[in-house]
């Protein structure tokens, strides 16, 4: 099997990536693989208790041959004339597509809180919904959360409602991002 090693500059921090390169997919991801790969791009958030805001975001969904796909997500502020700002959030998790187009999906956040959504998958499009959060005694209150993945032309739209710190779900962040490395190269 053949290994490589790649170094990224994220602005804090250079990660190592080992990049299986002759690794095939699993057969259960090919509803999936229109996710695969690192996508970039903006987008904007604003909540009742919050100022609206604008944020760049980097999604990776890549996988190692086992039947879930590897997926981390990081943002930063954006000013208004788009330069970097701040990080914001970050999550890390798999998602594992299950028989009959559904899917589970499990997200772990830095700030206290775990995920699991349900969802459906429909070509290129993902509706979830959370079945379980889970937070620990330190964490802001949250209480469930929807998502919406699709393709947009060529683009990864994706949009996120949430039920927070007493208000009931609605509209939070959405964004549209770039593929800018694909996670298919052999």
Do not use: C
């Not at 991801?29 to 996710?35: E, S």
């Not at 349900?118 to 499009?125: H, K, S, Y």
Request: net charge negative; no cysteine; hydrophobic share 40%.
């Amino acid at each position: 099997m053949k290994k490589r090693e790649e170094q990224a500059l994220t602005g804090w921090v250079v990660l190592t990536l080992s990049v299986m390169d002759d690794v095939k997919p699993h057969p259960s991801l090919a509803p999936l693989l229109f996710l695969l790969g690192r996508w970039e791009g903006a987008g904007v958030g604003g909540y009742p208790t919050i100022e609206s805001f604008q944020f760049g975001q980097e999604i990776t969904f890549s996988h190692n041959g086992k039947p879930f796909l590897i997926y981390t997500s990081r943002t930063w502020r954006l000013d208004e004339d788009g330069t970097i700002g701040a990080p914001l959030a970050t999550e890390t998790g798999y998602w594992r597509p299950q028989p009959d187009n559904k899917l589970e999906v499990l997200l772990a956040h830095p700030t206290g809180f775990v995920e699991v959504y349900l969802g459906e998958i429909a070509g290129t499009r993902i509706d979830m919904a959370t079945d379980a959060v889970v937070r620990t005694k330190s964490a802001k209150e949250y209480t469930a959360g929807r998502r919406l993945y699709g393709l947009i032309g060529t683009d990864l739209g994706w949009a996120y409602d949430m039920a927070a710190v007493g208000q009931p779900l609605q509209s939070h962040i959405s964004a549209q991002l770039k593929r800018v490395e694909s996670g298919l190269e052999a």
